[in-house]
């Protein structure tokens, strides 16, 4: 082995630099889907007509806004308690509107139409929220995450960085929200598709910021930790190809796929974000900052549905 091999081989046996090539691997990963992502979005052409090619330059938008708000986590090294509270109550009123104006509704009218019953239409929608809910709770207990407030989650067998434990948190919460623009756009219907994902887009801005300078505080580097807040986005690419596939070849998948993707964002609202916004005494300012998403996810719901 020559002296550069050994010195590589050396330098990266030391788990903190271990830690940065897997960090900058992912960071990498990142930048190539999102390069893809745009490309398909400036050639346009009919393969971005179709659902699947929708819902990935959607999803690829949300992606993008993730990243866009970790990168002040370079110069930004905390935010008060108060004010991440907010930003994550408005992130919270945001998929908590999402669900109701862009999800439950439009899947009402689309399993009315199916099926020829509004109540009928109604149960399908309601039985994709159950499993959607239902689905994020098992997700909850199988995938190690943790929280900086809320602590660690998840099996306890698995043992990682704590870094890669917050990255999956966000992961968890990215998750449903790209499988909302999956479904939004699987009917074919630019009405539902693209008000979703302006509003999460909007709200990923945020929700990538708050990620970045946590983990700031648990000394990570400020790229490590832009990288890192970054790399969560790659969750709702993800999402959006399960939904479009899963629910583009049998009509009334659709609805439900709605309504499951509804269930996951409710829970993520209830369980994951309310809570970690209670925690430090600001329950007023951050539920001031869910009104104000549910405020802006109304009106654009309004405008652009």
């Known amino acids: 082995m020559n002296i550069a091999a050994r010195t590589l081989q050396d330098y990266f046996s030391d788990p903190r630099h271990a830690a940065t090539l897997k960090l900058g691997s992912g960071a990498l990963a990142f930048a190539l889907v999102a390069g893809l992502v745009w490309v398909a979005v400036m050639q346009g052409g009919t393969r971005l007509a179709t659902p699947m090619g929708q819902a990935l330059a959607g999803s690829g938008v949300a992606a993008l806004a993730?990243?866009?708000?970790?990168?002040p986590a370079l110069f930004i090294q905390k935010i008060s308690a108060r004010w991440e509270d907010v930003m994550l109550g408005f992130g919270a009123g945001v998929m908590a509107a999402a669900a109701c104006f862009s999800l439950i509704?439009?899947?009402?009218?689309?399993g009315t139409d199916i099926l020829g019953s509004r109540p009928a239409g109604a149960a399908l929608v309601a039985a994709g929220l159950v499993l959607g809910a239902l689905f994020l709770l098992l997700a909850d207990k199988a995938v190690p995450h943790e929280h900086p407030s809320a602590g660690r989650h998840g099996p306890d067998w698995m043992h990682l960085r704590r870094v890669w434990l917050m990255v999956f948190a966000i992961a968890l919460h990215n998750f449903p929200e790209g499988m909302a623009?999956?479904?939004?756009?699987?009917?074919?219907?630019?009405?539902?598709?693209?008000?979703?994902t302006a509003a999460i887009a909007i709200q990923d801005i945020p929700e990538g910021l708050v990620v970045a300078v946590a983990l700031r505080t648990v000394a990570y580097a400020p790229w490590q930790a832009a990288a890192a807040?970054?790399?969560t986005g790659l969750a709702e690419p993800l999402g959006a190809i399960v939904s479009v596939a899963l629910t583009s070849g049998f009509a009334p998948l659709y609805p439900a796929g709605l309504g499951f993707a509804a269930g996951a964002m409710i829970w993520v609202v209830s369980h994951e974000i309310i809570p970690e916004t209670h925690r430090k005494g600001h329950e007023q300012a951050a539920t001031l900052g869910l009104i104000g998403g549910f405020v802006v996810m109304m009106m654009l719901d309004t405008a652009l549905g």
């Not at 993730?66 to 990168?71: F, Q, V």
């Not at 509704?105 to 689309?110: C, D, N």
């Not at 074919?188 to 598709?193: L, N, P």
């Open 181 to 196: 623009i999956g479904v939004g756009f699987s009917g074919g219907d630019a009405s539902v598709g693209v008000p979703l």
């Open 229 to 231: 807040g970054a790399l």
């Open 66 to 71: 993730t990243a866009l708000g970790a990168l």
């Open 105 to 110: 509704l439009p899947g009402v009218a689309a």
